[in-house]
């Protein structure tokens, strides 16, 4: 399936990950809350179709079982995306990126 970058058109804070056929099977995901990585973008419920961004990532497509580690792993290494587990904490980006150390991170800080 697609890989789709979501985000919206008033604001650069906060995106996720979708993965539909289309833009606007995509966008629907979103507004129903369908988001492979459950940020707080799948939990606004002011959020408008209109104001949904979706842009093709084709570097993920078919990648939709994957866990969220692993998707936000490519999406910091091939797509160019930063990570911060808690505020003031390390960025994780592509230029400073450790397997090892941004799993042992991951797996300190998950959440069930």
Not at 5 to 25: C, G, H, M, P, W
Not at 38 to 47: G, I, K, N, Q, R
Not at 48 to 69: C, W
Request: net charge negative.
């Amino acid at each position: 399936m697609k890989a789709w970058e979501i985000s919206t058109y008033f604001s650069n804070e906060f995106s996720d990950l979708v993965f539909a056929d289309t833009r606007n099977e995509a966008k629907a995901k979103v507004l129903n809350g369908e988001t492979a990585l459950d940020s707080v973008l799948a939990y606004d419920d002011s959020l408008q179709y209109t104001d949904i961004r979706a842009v093709r990532v084709p570097q993920l497509d078919d990648m939709e079982n994957k866990s969220q580690m692993d998707l936000v792993e490519e999406l910091i290494c091939m797509c160019g995306w930063c990570h911060e587990f808690e505020p003031d904490s390390k960025i994780w980006e592509a230029e400073n990126f450790n397997k090892e150390e941004f799993e042992k991170e991951w797996l300190e800080n998950e959440v069930d």
